[in-house]
């Protein structure tokens, strides 16, 4: 497997992010073919949606005060935090634990990092139609059948510093289930299923970095995915009741932000 950065210029709202992309790979002579998949930063794709909140312009509630208060954080930014996320679990400083789009994620996606000075930027509106909608572009104008994935950053439980997350997936099969595959010793496994887009997100996350890189996506190559036109990108998310770390929160009722409330 190979992954190519690809440098940019800084991507603004309502620039055509293929063709800024496009541009880059051409600049760069590397070729897009057939069966590669094109990684994409979140924000990328948000900022071009117009995913942009200006901090000023929003009125925190009472609620985001006191959770601002307790996690070192603004009370504008705690409401938009408030308003993205489906379930705020409870928070660190400078980070609340939130659900958004079924994915654990800090501060439901919204971010200051890589936005605006006074903004915050959120996540890209329906991924997983934003990344069908890019793969369909880029067969338009390149001819090319691709896979895209559109990624976040994340935290790991008990784990310091940031790994890749898949958010918005098309054009190849998230997950692989080993079931039934043996293992070295002629053992069936009986859960094992491997996070390929999630995978991926973090190979593409180590090239894109974190800062000021200009390196908005990533062309991957010799990828070992299923690519198919039509793929559940559902198949990649669980229910609370069947995950390690959820099944706790919820069978105990670990909801920290209630006391929030």
């Not at 924000?43 to 509630?61: C, N």
């Not at 790994?163 to 496994?189: M, N």
């Not at 669980?238 to 919820?250: D, G, N, P, R, V």
Request: charged share 25%; net charge neutral; with cysteine.
């Amino acid at each position: 497997m190979q992954l190519f950065g690809i440098h940019t210029r800084l991507i603004e709202p309502k620039d055509n992010l293929v063709d800024v992309i496009l541009d880059g790979l051409r600049r760069q002579k590397i070729s897009m073919e057939d069966r590669d998949v094109l990684v994409i930063a979140s924000k990328a794709v948000a900022v071009v949606q117009g995913r942009l909140v200006r901090l000023s312009s929003i009125e925190p509630s009472e609620r985001a005060k006191k959770i601002a208060e307790k996690c070192n954080l603004e009370p504008s930014f705690v409401e938009v935090v408030l308003r993205e996320a489906e379930k705020v679990y409870g928070g660190v400083s400078r980070a609340l634990l939130a659900l958004k789009n079924n994915v654990l994620i800090a501060n439901a996606g919204v971010d200051h990092k890589n936005a605006p000075r006074g903004y915050a930027v959120l996540w890209p509106e329906k991924p997983h139609e934003s990344a069908e909608k890019i793969r369909n572009e880029i067969l338009e104008k390149t001819g090319k059948h691709v896979g895209v994935l559109i990624i976040d950053s994340r935290v790991t439980p008990l784990r310091m510093g940031t790994t890749g997350v898949a958010i918005g997936i098309a054009g190849f099969d998230p997950v692989r289930d080993c079931r039934a595959d043996k293992d070295l010793y002629g053992s069936l496994l009986l859960i094992t299923r491997q996070a390929l887009a999630d995978d991926l997100a973090s190979a593409a996350h180590l090239i894109m970095g974190e800062a000021n890189e200009l390196i908005p996506a990533v062309l991957v190559k010799n990828v070992p995915v299923n690519f198919s036109e039509k793929i559940n990108p559902d198949s990649a998310i669980i229910s609370a009741k069947e995950c390690l770390f959820m099944s706790y929160i919820t069978q105990n009722r670990v909801f920290l932000a209630d006391v929030y409330e």
